[in-house]
């Protein structure tokens, strides 16, 4: 008689893995508001009732896949010394032409366009990467400088791995992950952090000097 509800509580949660499975596959691939919930209930294996019954609605399973797709580590590690440095190799790597795509990325793209599923992106951004990153800083701005730290590493994955540009997607990953870490210092509040091997700037004057002898 006790066997009963445990079975069912077993059943239920192995539903709704299959329903959330299959709804950040699709939302991935097609964006929040091309992704049917028809269309994830058939991947999924269970009717659109059941979405529903679990989820509430198409906006609430949409919520929850994106707290799956932003909360594990992607490109934001726990690696607080050399942080810069982490993050640019750790873009450099999973940009390169012959790397696995960024789902979650893709599924901001695919997303933030509708108005709804953008303000649950920022809700998700905001407590999983943004938050993760920002508890890495020291100094004041933390979330500010957090997000402006994101707003590189999305804008690389954009340019790189999306849009394709050529000098982009044929950089070495160890040049582009240097001059990534040296954009990356100051934002992250490493500023004292010495430019990659290999890598210089020379800093402009902002006027030409004086030519000897001229006038007024």
Do not use: C
């Not at 991935?28 to 091309?34: D, H, L, M």
């Not at 932003?70 to 032409?97: H, K």
């Not at 509708?114 to 920022?122: Q, S, T």
């Amino acid at each position: 008689m006790s066997a009963a509800p445990s079975v069912r509580r077993r059943d239920g949660a192995a539903t709704r893995e299959a329903i959330l499975t299959a709804a950040v596959v699709e939302f991935t691939e097609y964006g929040y508001a091309r992704a049917g919930v028809r269309q994830i209930a058939e991947r999924a294996g269970v009717t659109a009732m059941m979405i529903n019954r679990y989820f509430g609605s198409k906006e609430g399973l949409f919520a929850q896949a994106v707290d799956r797709a932003f909360g594990p580590s992607v490109i934001v590690d726990d690696e607080r010394p050399g942080l810069a440095r982490a993050l640019a190799r750790a873009l450099a790597e999973r940009t390169a032409p012959d790397s696995e795509r960024l789902d979650p990325f893709l599924l901001l793209l695919r997303s933030a366009a509708d108005p709804e599923a953008a303000a649950i992106i920022r809700q998700g951004v905001e407590a999983h990467v943004g938050a993760r990153l920002a508890g890495l800083l020291d100094g004041s701005d933390a979330d500010v400088r957090a997000q402006l730290g994101l707003a590189l590493i999305a804008g690389t994955w954009l340019m790189r791995d999306i849009v394709g540009t050529a000098a982009l997607a044929e950089a070495d990953n160890e040049h582009l992950a240097g001059l990534l870490a040296d954009m990356l210092h100051p934002v992250l509040g490493e500023g004292d952090a010495k430019p990659a091997p290999g890598i210089t700037f020379t800093p402009s004057s902002e006027s030409p000097p004086a030519a000897a002898g001229s006038a007024g």
